[in-house]
C-alpha cells in the first residue's frame, strides 16, 4: 500500500514532469522545422492533431544528430591531434574542421547504421591518404 | 567538395538545388524535404563546431536524420494499432524513442518495472533542451504538400437538373450544354482545332468532319498541281515552298550550270573501252561515237554529266572499232570535215592531254 502510493506519488511527480516538459517545448523551438517532422510522420502513418508531440519528435531528432556530429567532430579533432604530431607545419593550415564522411561513418558505426564508402582506385599512391588535411 | 562557412552554404544552397549527374536514382519524391533537412541538419553541425562540410557527409546526415523521423513515427504508429487506437499520443512517442535508442542504451533502460513516464529517454531530451542553445531554422517553411483544392464534378445533382433518362443516376457528372456541340463547325475551324475542345461530337458528326477534312486536302492538292503544270508534288506542298532540301529534283536543262571539261581520266576510259585500232576505212564511224559530244559543245547545254553517259553508254559493245592514239589518226580525221574541225580540235586536245600524261609516266 505505501508502496503504491509512494509510486502513485511518484506518477504524479513523473506526469509533471512530463506534461511540464511537452509545455516548455512549445517555448523552445527546435531547429528542425514542424513542417518537415509532420511531413514525415504524416508518411509513417502516424496520426497526431498534438503539436507538442511533433516538437517532441523534433527536439528528439535535433539530439540525435547533434550526438551524431559531436562524435564525428571528435574524431576530427582526434584525427587533426594526430597529423599535428607528425608535422608541425599544418597545424596552422588546418584549423578549419570539415565533417566528411570518414568521420561520419565513424560515429554513425556506434549508432548501428553502417555506412561505408566504396573503394576507388586513385591516380597516385599518395591520393586519399588524409583528407582532412587536403584542400579540395 | 568543400563548401565554407554556412552563409556561403545557405547562397550555395538555391544554387546547389540542382541534383548532381553521378545520383543515380533521378529526383526522389520528397526532394523539397529533403533539402529542407541539409539546411536543418547543416545548422546543427555548425552549432556543434563544423566549419564546412563535405556535400556527400552533409546529404548522408540529413538522409539519416530522416529515416530517424520516420521510424520513429513509424513505431509509434504500430504501438498505437497495437492499443487499438488509430491517432498516436505520447506514450507511442516514447516507445519508439526508447527502441531507437535501445543501441546505445539509456538510463533505466534494464528496469524491469519502468514506467514510460518516467524513461530515461525522456530526461535525456529534456537535459538536452536544457543545455542547448536556441537556433532557429534559416527559412520560413510553407506547409506542405500543398492540398489540390478538388474541382467540383458538377453531377447532374449538384447543379439540379435532372438527368435525361432514369438510367441515368444523379451522381454522375452531367451533360455539357447541347449549343457547345449541336452546331457544325465551319472548314476553317477545323484546322484550329474544335473550338469548344469537347469530345462531344457523335459518329455522325466525326465521319462528316473527315470528309471535310480529307476533300480539302484533294482540293488543294488539285489547285497546286494545276499550278505546277502536271508536275506531282501534291504532298510536299507546304514543305516545298519553305523547305529547298524538299524541293523537287531538276530536270536535265532546266537551270544553267557552269561548264565542266571532261577530265582526262574519263577519256581514257573512253579509250580503253574500245582497245581496238580504227581501220581507216571506218573513220567515219568515229565520228558518229563523237557526234553526241559535239552537238553538246555546239548547243551550249554543258550538263556533261548526262552526255558522258550518253558517251559511255553508246559505245557499248556492238560497235567496235579501232582507235588509233596518237596525231596519225587524227591527221585522217581532220581531212574529213572541215566544219567539225573546232570540235575535232578539242577532241585532239583531249588525247593531246593523254600524250602528255604518257610522257610524264614515262
Known amino acids: 500500500m505505501n508502496h503504491n502510493r509512494q509510486s502513485n506519488d511518484g506518477n504524479h511527480d513523473d506526469d509533471s514532469a512530463l506534461s511540464d516538459f511537452l509545455a516548455s517545448l512549445m517555448d523552445y523551438t527546435p531547429t528542425i522545422p514542424d513542417e518537415l517532422v509532420e511531413h514525415y510522420l504524416a508518411k509513417s502513418g502516424f496520426q497526431c492533431p498534438d503539436v507538442r508531440l511533433i516538437r517532441l519528435v523534433a527536439v528528439a531528432t535535433q539530439k540525435f544528430v547533434a550526438e551524431v556530429a559531436n562524435d564525428a567532430l571528435q574524431h576530427c579533432k582526434a584525427r587533426q591531434a594526430a597529423v599535428v604530431k607528425d608535422k608541425r607545419e599544418k597545424q596552422q593550415k588546418d584549423k578549419r574542421l570539415i565533417l566528411t564522411m570518414d568521420d561520419l561513418s565513424k560515429s554513425l558505426r556506434e549508432y548501428g547504421v553502417n555506412v561505408k564508402q566504396q573503394e576507388y582506385f586513385a591516380d597516385s599512391p599518395s591520393t586519399g591518404i588524409d583528407p582532412a588535411t587536403r584542400d579540395e | ?362
Open chain 2, 1 to 362: 567538395m568543400n563548401n565554407g562557412c554556412l552563409e556561403n552554404r545557405k547562397k550555395e544552397h538555391d544554387n546547389s538545388q540542382k541534383r548532381p549527374k553521378s545520383y543515380k536514382f533521378g529526383s526522389r519524391s520528397d526532394d523539397f524535404a529533403l533539402a529542407i533537412a541539409k539546411v536543418a541538419v547543416a545548422q546543427l553541425c555548425e552549432s556543434v563546431g563544423f566549419q564546412g562540410f563535405h556535400l556527400s557527409a552533409l546529404e548522408t546526415l540529413s538522409d539519416i536524420s530522416v529515416r530517424y523521423i520516420y521510424s520513429i513515427g513509424k513505431t509509434a504508429n504500430l504501438s498505437a494499432n497495437l492499443a487499438g487506437r488509430v491517432e498516436g499520443n505520447v506514450f507511442d512517442i516514447i516507445h519508439g524513442l526508447e527502441d531507437l535508442g535501445s543501441n546505445l542504451g539509456f538510463s533505466g533502460a534494464s528496469d524491469v518495472d519502468r514506467c514510460v513516464v518516467s524513461s530515461g529517454v525522456v530526461k535525456d531530451i529534456t537535459h538536452f533542451v536544457g543545455v542547448s542553445d536556441f537556433i532557429p531554422f534559416a527559412y520560413d517553411v510553407p506547409g506542405f504538400p500543398v492540398v489540390k483544392e478538388s474541382t467540383k464534378t458538377g453531377s447532374f445533382w449538384e447543379k439540379g437538373e435532372d438527368p435525361p433518362g432514369e438510367h441515368i443516376p444523379s451522381w454522375l457528372p452531367a451533360f455539357p450544354d447541347p449549343e457547345t456541340y449541336a452546331t457544325r463547325l465551319s472548314v476553317e475551324n477545323e484546322t484550329m482545332g474544335v473550338s469548344n475542345g469537347k469530345k462531344t461530337e457523335s459518329e455522325l458528326e466525326r465521319v462528316e468532319r473527315n470528309m471535310d477534312r480529307s476533300l480539302l486536302n484533294l482540293q488543294l492538292r488539285f489547285a497546286h498541281n494545276e499550278n505546277k503544270g502536271g508536275s506531282s508534288h501534291g504532298s510536299g506542298y507546304v514543305a516545298t515552298e519553305s523547305n529547298p532540301y524538299l524541293a523537287a529534283p531538276l530536270h536535265v536543262g532546266e537551270k544553267e550550270v557552269s561548264s565542266v571539261i571532261l577530265p582526262t581520266k574519263l577519256s581514257n576510259e573512253v579509250a580503253l573501252r574500245n582497245p581496238v585500232h580504227v581501220d581507216v576505212g571506218n573513220h567515219v564511224s568515229v565520228l558518229e561515237t563523237f557526234a553526241p559530244a559535239i552537238e553538246a559543245m555546239k548547243s551550249g547545254l554543258c550538263d556533261s554529266d548526262n552526255v558522258k553517259k550518253k558517251l559511255l553508254y553508246d559505245q557499248r559493245p556492238t560497235v567496235r572499232f579501232k582507235i588509233g592514239i596518237g596525231k596519225k589518226s587524227l591527221g585522217t580525221m581532220s581531212d574529213l570535215n572541215s566544219q567539225n574541225e573546232e570540235d575535232l580540235l578539242k577532241i585532239a586536245s583531249w588525247f593531246g592531254n593523254d600524250n602528255e600524261k604518257d610522257d610524264k609516266k614515262r
